[in-house]
Nanobody, 127 residues
Framework: QVQLVESGGGLVQAGGSLRLSCAAS????????MGWFRQTPGKEREFVTA????????YYTDSVKGRFTISRDNAKNTVYLQMNSLKPEDTALYYC????????????????????WGQGAQVTVSS
């Protein structure tokens, strides 16, 4: 069984920064693309960003480009989400997930193409 454990969420004022971490179990972490999604009450889960297995390619939803950075350290089985210049509209529960179907950008943005999910990390941005 694959376990994804998230950490780093919290409360921050607008313009501040947070870094989320997602530590994964398994000996084949480096063969899977990873992604981050976020969800707020009453809204559908939203794709935020994804990174290829090697870390050589990254993808972002337009609303976070230039502010968020996804990265991974395969030696540590960990993926990160650095969030800068945070806005109140970034407030959400953030989930990391393992992609098992991804090939194109269209594959990465579909939540059904991820087979394991973290427990969620709450990010709250005050104004």
């Amino acid at each position: 069984q694959v376990q994804l454990v998230e950490s780093g969420g919290g409360l921050v004022q607008a313009g501040g920064s947070l870094r989320l971490s997602c530590a994964a179990s398994g000996r084949t972490f480096s063969t899977y693309a990873m992604g981050w999604f976020r969800q707020t009450p009453g809204k559908e889960r939203e794709f935020v960003t994804a990174i290829s297995a090697s870390g050589g390619n990254t993808y972002y939803t337009d609303s976070v480009k230039g502010r968020f950075t996804i990265s991974r350290d395969n030696a540590k089985n960990t993926v990160y989400l650095q969030m800068n210049s945070l806005k109140p509209e970034d407030t959400a529960l953030y989930y990391c997930a393992r992609n098992n179907v991804g090939y194109t950008f269209g594959d990465y943005v579909q939540s059904r193409n991820y087979d394991y999910w973290g427990q969620g990390a709450q990010v709250t941005v005050s104004s």
